[in-house]
């Protein structure tokens, strides 16, 4: 399947109770120079005021849909499926509910995907915790580097709010729903991907503001650690001491690009 230029991108949102975060997401969807996109927000049964703020939007543009789950899954991976098949487009992005993008980011990476001829992209991203520190300006000419299987198993190098992909891989690949792979469920996904596709591309300039929020299960470093090891010692053919060797170069590369680069 060649690259569809100039093609529907359906995004993804998972949300529950993102009531207080979720406008400013939508808002950064709404600012795309790429404007031939819908937007599925799939929320897990939120107790808050998510669905109405996400129907207020939704009844401005249409492009924006919400779906109310009746009950709550408990991880986004479940979300994440439903929204992949509900998707129209034939391309797929993911969203976060707290996560912002920057204004020419569908723009730039589908361009780029479109240069390459590859199904799969992410893009480099930057933490934040203070939206009043974000600023976007117009990056130029973007770089792109390969990310293989190979270097995806040594450390995860694919922000998951920055992925666009044919939607027929999401639907080959689903996320993990089992509650064991909660948090590593994406990860998990990029590399079945990786191990059967080949080759995708990651542009290098962050095009995703990931929003660091107290209590975030990726915060915590010893349950990502133990999902990581748990990943790479079910993933077929890979042993016990290679799941410990990839275990160790994820925390080594954790260290370098979360806590001192402050992105990925």
Known sequence: ??????????????????????????????????????????DDCSSDDTRDVVSAYASLDSRIRLVALEKNNGAPAAPRNIGVQQARGEWVAFLDADDIWHPMKLELQLAAMLRSQVRFSCTQMSDFSDESTLTFVDPGKVGVEVVSFSRQQVKGRIPTSSVIGCRN?????????????????????????????????????????????????????????????????????????RAILFTLTHALGAIYFRILKKGL
């Open 1 to 42: 399947m060649s690259v569809v230029e100039n093609g529907l991108v359906s995004i993804v949102t998972p949300s529950y109770n993102a009531g207080q975060l979720i406008g400013r997401t939508i808002d950064a969807v709404l600012q795309q120079t790429y404007s031939k996109w819908e937007l599925i927000v799939i």
């Open 169 to 241: 891989l999401f639907l080959d690949f689903p996320f993990n729903e089992d509650a064991r792979y909660k948090a590593v469920e994406d990860y998990h996904c990029w590399l079945r991907i990786h191990e059967t596709v080949g080759d995708s591309i990651k542009l290098a300039y962050p095009l995703l503001s990931y929003r660091k929020v107290p209590g975030q299960i990726s915060g915590s470093k010893t349950y990502m650690l133990e999902r990581m090891f748990m990943v790479h010692r079910e993933y077929p053919g890979t042993g016990r001491a």
